[in-house]
């Protein structure tokens, strides 16, 4: 999928060539469920703790950075740029991310409850305490690849 990427997005691929492998949440349904709201055109944006990259290993991205998503199997669907980042804390979600990130009903209070039970439940599973004051990397994108499914 890359390699079709690179070929097709030469300039693209040379103004920001680093990319990441991975998968929505932490178990196959959320993968497969986050994944077709994607897809849909509904979701355009997405957050994560940053002590979940730190803890992977990985570098937290940056504005242009690619991200090849996977579905549930590992295999590879879309190739996601990012587009704005930010940091803050869990009281800095406002609407308009949470609308951007299509979940649930789109609202405020369902990305409040949802993610508060998501960051729980993934610092609890690496052995650590979720508090509400952790950095989040609040994460908007567009899809590049495939060309049926880019913005």
């Not at 549930?72 to 669907?77: D, I, L, V, Y």
Request: aromatic share 10%; with cysteine.
């Amino acid at each position: 999928m890359w390699e079709a990427y690179r070929a097709a997005r030469p300039e693209t691929v040379l103004a920001g060539g680093e990319y990441t492998v991975e998968h929505f949440g932490d178990n196959a349904r959320l993968a497969d469920e986050l994944l077709d709201i994607v897809l849909s055109g509904r979701k355009r944006a997405t957050a994560e703790l940053v002590t979940d990259f730190v803890a992977r290993g990985d570098l937290v991205p940056r504005i242009g950075s690619h991200w090849i998503a996977c579905d549930s199997s590992g295999a590879p669907r879309i190739i996601m740029r990012t587009t704005e980042l930010r940091l803050g804390p869990f009281i800095s979600g406002d609407a308009a991310f949470a609308a951007d990130e299509g979940e649930d009903d789109g609202s405020l209070e369902s990305w409040q409850r949802e993610h508060r039970r998501y960051w729980t439940r993934v610092a609890a599973a690496r052995g650590a305490e979720w508090s509400e004051e952790d950095e989040i990397v609040f994460e908007r994108f567009r899809v590049v690849w495939p060309p049926e499914h880019a913005d």
